[in-house]
């Protein structure tokens, strides 16, 4: 569906009386395009205390031949670049700001005390003004319920504040993450920063990210622009909206698509398997026998390597108006016909090891929605069932992340009354909705073979919306 107000207020004239009415105006988000580069522009680098990731990050962006510059309180920064081969210089002059800067990555894995707070402040204060529209920030620090003192405990969880109103503060479509990296994960955080520092993230801000010692086999692909290149990927409710783009993204990362979705989506299905050059498979998650029928579908192509738990519907009433059918058919397909999926197919060996799930939660699971009760328990367990059962699939070397979108522009949110369909448009720090293509690429992140430090992950797919947490 086409937001008419975005495309208003990016119109020349559109633009000038937006401006003159003090009216808001959300900027065109940067999009991935096939065969664009992670990053177009410099990477401003800082740090704070004894900076411990710095020479993963140098790899990183060597591996993504970013531009780097240093920021003054980071002067160890270049030659740690230079022994991993790129080429760096520092940033500014004579406390003077430098050139505008598409990245900024801050290092704060050395603060072990709130009382080095201050090096969050400088850097961030000296750097706000010289962002890009759609730039990106990423905050890189070590999980504080590993952290070995109180303190630097204390320090580190304080970092999720400043993320989040720092991606309220900086607008122009500009994104903030955090990311915990456990100790002896350092490596694994080149997929992270890949995702995060690309156009692929355009609508994920202000998330909380954990990146952990790797589940299973961990490589890198042999081509970064088809990571996903002999892998068998199942996409739950694929014949329209966020499946059909799910299966669209995980064709062009290189996979063979199995296209699922209900007998009476057999038009759409068809459809969709022949665009990405998949197959297509009309079943009902819900029904008993399913768990068994995907088994022996992915036990007949040699295992899959990917599942993806798209397939969801709603059946919304205030719960004192709900059906007792109603409550059950959304709980069963939402959340239940998941669990028994992955039982039956992690127990009969019919996915790979190293293989993903990955399951799509929803805003409305983590803020609740009016006359959702049923889908917002459904969708609540599913981050339930991510984080329960990451550490019981991790010894089968299976990983298993959610994403949770928030307001998507799909034929679903079309059909939203005017009124709270805007609402649901601006209320977020992006000012405006999601495309499916958004929630793709993050399934396709935590589907990346090089996202074995990735497991129990929920991310909201929102533009930091202002409902929930």
């Not at 290092?107 to 000296?126: E, I, K, M, R, V």
């Not at 969880?157 to 400043?162: P, S």
């Not at 459809?271 to 009902?284: C, H, K, M, N, Q």
């Not at 990735?454 to 919306?465: A, I, K």
Request: charged share 15%; glycine share 10%; hydrophobic share 45%.
């Amino acid at each position: 569906m086409t937001d008419s107000y975005l495309n208003f207020a990016n119109s020349p004239v559109g633009s000038k009386l937006t401006q003159a009415l003090g009216l808001p105006t959300p900027i065109v988000l940067e999009r991935y395009e096939p065969g664009a580069p992670v990053i177009k522009g410099a990477v401003l680098l800082g740090g704070g205390g004894a900076p411990q990731m710095l020479p993963a990050l140098a790899r990183a962006l060597k591996s993504v031949d970013a531009q780097t510059l240093a920021h003054a309180q980071l002067p160890q920064w270049t030659p740690i670049a230079n022994a991993a081969g790129l080429l760096t210089g520092r940033w500014g002059l004579e406390g003077q700001p430098g050139e505008k800067l598409k990245a900024l990555l801050f290092d704060a894995s050395g603060l072990d005390d709130s009382s080095q707070s201050d090096a969050l402040y400088h850097f961030f204060h000296d750097t706000a003004r010289s962002l890009l529209p759609c730039a990106r920030v990423v905050i890189v620090g070590r999980p504080p319920e590993s952290c070995a003192s109180a303190r630097k405990a204390t320090m580190q969880r304080a970092l999720e504040g400043l993320s989040r109103s720092l991606a309220k503060e900086l607008k122009k479509a500009i994104t903030v993450q955090l990311v915990y990296v456990a100790e002896g994960a350092e490596d694994q955080i080149e997929s992270t920063l890949r995702f995060l520092l690309s156009p692929r993230s355009a609508y994920v801000s202000a998330q909380v990210i954990r990146v952990a010692l790797p589940v299973g086999p961990s490589a890198a692909p042999a081509d970064w622009t088809q990571p996903l290149a002999g892998r068998k990927v199942l996409v739950t409710g694929a014949s329209r909206g966020i499946g059909a783009a799910i299966a669209e993204v995980m064709a062009r990362e290189g996979a063979s698509v199995i296209c699922l979705d209900v007998p009476q989506a057999q038009a759409g299905l068809d459809e969709i398997s022949a665009r990405v050059g998949g197959t297509a498979l009309a079943l009902d998650i819900g029904a008993a026998d399913a768990p068994q029928q995907l088994v022996a579908a992915a036990l007949a192509q040699g295992g899959w390597d990917v599942v993806v738990h798209n397939a969801g519907i709603t059946r919304d009433k205030t719960i004192a108006n709900m059906k007792e059918h109603f409550w059950q058919m959304v709980v069963n397909v939402n959340l239940s016909a998941q669990e028994r999926i992955n039982d039956a197919l992690i127990a009969a060996g019919a996915i790979t090891s190293g293989a993903r799930i990955v399951c799509v939660s929803s805003i409305s699971g983590i803020a609740g929605n009016l006359g959702q009760t049923n889908y917002a328990l459904s969708k609540a367990g599913v981050v339930g069932m991510v984080q329960s059962t990451a550490p019981l699939f991790a010894a089968h070397g299976v990983t298993i992340n959610a994403v949770a979108p928030g307001f998507i522009e799909t034929q679903m949110t079309a059909a939203i009354p005017f009124a709270l369909r805007e609402a649901g448009r601006r209320m977020n720090a992006m000012g405006q909705g999601g495309l499916p293509q958004d929630v793709a690429e993050a399934i396709a992140w935590f589907a990346s073979p090089a996202s074995s430090g990735l497991s129990g992950n929920v991310v909201r797919v929102c533009g930091q919306s202002l409902i929930g947490a």
